[in-house]
């Protein structure tokens, strides 16, 4: 069973800078493009989520190290993978490569906590977090 | 009276394009900057207003006349007017200039509906249409 | 034969407001990612022109008006046609419809001037200027 | 001495989310908006050691731990300090915090390789390196 997800995405004009490249921030954006499929091909749906059980999932820490730079109309791919899975708490892992080279372009990862609507950490709801754990890595 | 608003900003390098300028969706949001301090001038915050009474304003229409081009590290300012101001929309007239060089980068307009909880237009609350009134152009 | 091209784009978390809809300055991006597919669609990348024959094609203005909102994770068409093509001018007409419910969401134009390398308006390139003439609605 | 730089802005509408609180990848903007600063402090404008010695900074690494939500119109101030520096590399760390309560929002590192006009790593230019070496923590 395929536990990573595949993200495709072309560089837009928008993310790129005048240094001719996509402006660092960016990266950030796919990551959670790379999550919100992740979590498509597990079962749910993350808009779903946050608007029937009132659970959001903020970031707590992030992280991207930048190998060799994207460029304008690029094809992209963001390989997404949940590499910790708690009760409150997961960890995602990203490579972030040009489709046409296959080179790497960057990997990182992110930590979430799932908060209630109240703004405070709660357990995520049995059912997303049953879905989840079948594709821990 | 000063029937106009000047936000001052720098330019980030983050809105800069591959073509090393800025990138044109940006003037928008430095619009909308103009429109917060006008407001601000006029003794409201949308903030406040947002929260309070449950009314925000959507934009209806925007339109952006591109003159000259915006450079990392430029020192812009943004001149915003009311020019209508009906019950439920209003139009506000921006004018973006190069602080430097006096140069006129941009104009442009956007006008608003105010809406309520529930989505649909609505009259704009009594004090803040007050607020407003004063300053039509 | 087809004279519009279409784009299809899933919004992304990053593009949504505390309004809980899409930023109104993203709609241009969206635009330009029609630009995009539009002029692959007659025959050259927007890429290679800039870097071949160092010609760029700058904004001159840009026009939008908002009829529906559009959210997190609703899958969105961007639909372009050329309506105006002079040798250093053109104007670009979208219309961006909700996928699932057909619903025009936004609709707009961009005129666009190009330019050389120092900066100043010029032609199209003959062999670009032919590619889209045979598009213009 | 003073020996780091602060940095004061407002959160623009354009950058909250549905969540109702900053999306996260805004705070790698302000990173970079602070390492300006902060390099302004130190005597060197960024802008022109890109123009005038054809050296740009490229980002290595972010890191970004997110402790607190910003909210809209919220004044926030980055404190960037410089905390390591060798020839071709850097790393800034930065506090990002809410002026009016004083909390603590996030707090992270970016590290940077200096690389010329061909892409490629290269030291910093010896009068840059001065400006900035007077002020590592």
Redesign the interface.
């Known amino acids: 069973m395929e536990r990573s997800s595949e993200s495709k995405l072309r560089v837009?004009?928008?993310e790129?800078?005048?240094?001719?490249?996509v402006?660092?921030?960016?990266y950030?954006?796919w990551m959670?493009?790379g999550r919100?499929d992740f979590c498509l091909m597990t079962g749910f749906?993350?808009?779903a989520m946050e608007a029937e059980d009132g659970v959001?999932i903020?970031?707590?820490?992030?992280?991207?190290?930048?190998r060799r730079?994207a460029?304008?109309?690029d094809e992209i791919v963001v390989q997404t993978s949940l590499t910790t899975l708690k009760r409150r708490t997961m960890t995602f892992s990203y490579e972030i490569r040009n489709i046409a080279s296959g080179e790497v372009l960057a990997d990182g990862f992110t930590t979430h906590v799932s908060i209630g609507r109240d703004?405070r950490p709660c357990t995520l709801p049995p059912k997303q977090f049953g879905f989840l754990s079948e594709f821990v890595t």
Do not use: F, H
């Open positions: 837009r004009y928008a790129t800078d005048q240094m001719g490249v402006y660092y921030s960016n950030l954006v959670e493009i919100t749906r993350y808009s959001m903020a970031v707590a820490e992030a992280n991207c190290r930048y730079p460029r304008y109309d703004g």
